[in-house]
């Protein structure tokens, strides 16, 4: 009978605590997806499950992997392909704050790529002395190659609002891109070579050197300062000689590339709306994840944390009173128990 007693009291105790927890205000953020068939969820962990946006379940698994406070888990947005054409995310609402996070666009590239292209060379400025010795129209293409690096249908991991309605998020990815930016330098090459640099090396049926490319512009040159040579050439000339040398600077970049040692950790790319203001999401400084994604072994091993300009983390909740007194009567029915079993020995 006594022990009836004191269960009952303990399961009294728990249920008012139980009963506050449930009750106590929640502030959760509410999320809309403005095309959920662009939308593709990762569950998380090496083991995990992929799940499209329109499929039945598909937003609230989405929901949950923003929220559920596992790096791993992920929402992809624009998940056709890696070259996204318009901006496919979701809006997030708490309170009074809203923000949209969404895909870039080729438009998008246009807007912040000299910032990015900034804060990567002061990233890793191995890389900048060979940028800076680009000629101007080099810089220019390489700048309108950066749509197509597949950054823009960014994996978002995790979402949350701060105390005065800036935005935290974080971006799963890759720890170590240099493979992938070897492989669009390398894609690019080719391009240019058969798109006309092979006319220039008659006889040649691989790439040449980054030597034997200046050996072939030092010749053009001399050509083209020729007093031999009619004018109507030398326009010709002149467009040749800058496109050889485009392509000498981007042999010399995947020579640089491939002789860096270290990893280049750079983030996949979000746009960011809220307070009237735009920003872009990325990062250059990425945590392992300790996972990688189910269907490919490699994709998701890192990721990157960023957040608006003078963000503040949320409040972590406190207990309200009742739950507090709960917890207390339920300790003290353990406390008297103890002193009952000690006066009947």
């Known amino acids: 009978m006594k022990m009836t007693f004191q269960k009952l009291v303990i399961g009294a105790s728990m249920a008012i605590g139980v009963s506050a927890l449930a009750t106590a205000p929640a502030h959760a953020a509410s999320f809309d997806f403005n095309n959920t068939v662009e939308i593709n969820t990762y569950t998380g962990g090496s083991?995990?499950?992929?799940?499209?946006g329109n499929a039945q379940g598909g937003t609230n698994a989405a929901i949950k992997a923003l929220t559920d406070n596992n790096p791993t888990s992920n929402v992809e947005l624009w998940y056709s392909s890696e070259t996204p054409d318009s901006n496919v995310g979701f809006t997030a609402t708490e309170g009074n704050y809203s923000a949209t996070v969404s895909s870039v666009t080729?438009?998008?590239?246009?807007?912040?790529?000299?910032?990015?292209?900034?804060d990567l060379l002061t990233a890793y400025t191995p890389f900048k002395s060979v940028w800076n010795g680009f000629s101007a129209t080099t810089q220019s293409l390489v700048a309108s190659y950066f749509p197509s690096l597949g950054m823009g249908d960014p994996n978002i991991g995790s979402f949350q609002f701060g105390q005065n309605s800036g935005v935290e998020l974080s971006l799963v990815g890759h720890l170590d891109v240099k493979t992938k930016l070897s492989d669009t330098l390398s894609t690019k090459l080719n391009e240019a070579w058969t798109g006309g640099v092979k006319s220039l090396f008659p006889g040649k049926t691989t790439?040449?050197?980054?030597?034997?490319?200046?050996t072939q512009i030092s010749t053009l040159?001399?050509?083209?300062?020729?007093?031999?040579?009619?004018?109507?050439?030398?326009?010709?000339?002149s467009t040749q000689i800058a496109q050889l040398t485009s392509f000498k600077d981007l042999?010399?970049?995947?020579?640089?590339?491939n002789a860096y040692q270290?990893?280049?950790?750079?983030?996949?790319?979000a746009k960011v709306v809220t307070g009237g203001k735009t920003s872009y999401a990325y990062s250059f400084n990425p945590t392992a994840s300790g996972i990688t994604a189910s269907d490919d072994g490699i994709s998701y091993s890192a990721y990157y944390t960023w957040h608006t300009s003078g963000y503040t983390a949320p409040l972590k909740t406190v207990p309200e009173p009742s739950i507090i007194l709960g917890l207390l009567g339920v300790a003290g029915v353990f406390a008297t128990q103890r002193k009952f079993k000690k006066a009947s020995i």
Do not use: C, M, Y
């Not at 083991?47 to 499209?52: A, S, V, Y």
């Open 106 to 118: 080729a438009s998008d590239w246009n807007t912040f790529g000299s910032q990015w292209l900034g």
């Open 207 to 214: 790439l040449p050197s980054a030597l034997e490319v200046q």
């Open 262 to 269: 270290g990893e280049i950790g750079a983030s996949e790319i």
């Open 251 to 257: 042999l010399n970049f995947q020579t640089a590339l």
């Open 47 to 52: 083991n995990g499950t992929f799940i499209r």
């Open 221 to 237: 040159q001399l050509t083209l300062n020729s007093p031999l040579t009619p004018a109507s050439k030398k326009a010709t000339l």
